[in-house]
């Protein structure tokens, strides 16, 4: 795998930003400090064409002036935290609610919006957070490391954390994917299977009402694969409840292992991804509220409602409020590790 540097811009706060361009011969992966955010991602199409298959920006400028999070590596943790916040050990932290009544993606500046040190090493790219304690109103000193790389048709990205406190831990990356191309629009056409067969039910504020539901019969039921679109206007309440799907499903399986979370394909292009995970649950969602106020992404394309799908591999939402969920507790002296990884070929 080639790794190569070049400059991308400067942060408003002066900080340069670079890009670092990954390649395996097969595919290629653009990934910028701010953020650590995947910035592009070219396989190849049925006829070998590359695609880039990522909702992204072409500029520093415009990934701080949007705010869906796009490409970007999520923390402290992930995904809503409901109420001002959460008690760990005795003592309550209080949250920023920056998503309504929410706390969301690890509050007003989260790890989407910091800047991440870069090693290059012969296997990957290896990129690197100190999140300090109180930050965001997180207990405890917490070192993130984050490793990409590209290996026979497959992006990897591998998480690992410490923290010198108890304190929550719940990583993710946020990418939009587009089979078709990041600027080819809507994506209710390409295909989705998801290995779940339950789901974690949530109210009208998105944060999980502590039930874990069975899909059967339901338009929650994506275990076969079936257009992304047939069913995300379905007069069902929890996808009135979202605009469409943004709900978290229980992976199949024992979590701490790597298995299959999900599959997506586009009959256009003949892009077929697979998705593995160690996690317990996955975050399907399908750009509901992307909008035309977003800045234009790359090549000056204006991005949508629906443009693109994210399928982030996390705990639950609100776990902490939750015990019959997994926890995404860290522990002093332990590691947080999780691995996920996006295959692709062609049909």
Known sequence: MEINRTLFGTAADGMPVDRYTLSDGR?????ITYGGALQSLRVPDRNGRLTDVLLGYDSIEAYQAQDKYIGALIGRCA???????????????????????????????????????ALETPTGLVLRYSSADG????????????????ENGALSIEYRAETDADTLCNLTNHSYFNLAGHG???VGDQTIRLHASQYTPADANAVPTGKITLVD?????????????????????????????????????KSGVLRPTAEAYCTQ???????????????FYTGNFLDDEMPLGK??????????????????????HHPNFPQPILRAGHTYRQKTVYRFFSR
């Open 27 to 31: 595919m290629t992966a653009d990934v």
């Open 79 to 117: 995904n809503r935290i409901s109420d001002d916040g959460f008690a760990l050990n005795g003592t309550v932290y209080l949250l920023a609610r920056n998503s309504g009544p929410n706390h969301l993606h690890g509050g007003l500046s989260g790890f989407d919006r910091r800047h991440w040190t």
């Open 135 to 150: 930050e965001e109103g997180y207990p405890g000193r917490l070192q993130a490391t984050v490793t990409y790389a590209l």
């Open 184 to 186: 080819s629009g809507p």
């Open 217 to 253: 019969g339901t338009p929650m039921d994506l275990r076969e694969e079936q257009p992304i679109g047939a069913h995300w206007d379905d007069a069902f309440e929890q996808l009135a409840f979202a605009g469409g799907y943004d709900h978290n499903w229980v992976i199949d399986g």
């Open 269 to 283: 292009t003949g892009i077929h991804m697979e998705v593995q995970s160690t996690q317990p649950g996955v975050q």
């Open 299 to 320: 090549g000056g394309v204006r991005y949508g409602r629906r443009h693109g799908f994210c399928l982030e591999t996390q705990c639950f939402p609100d776990a902490v």
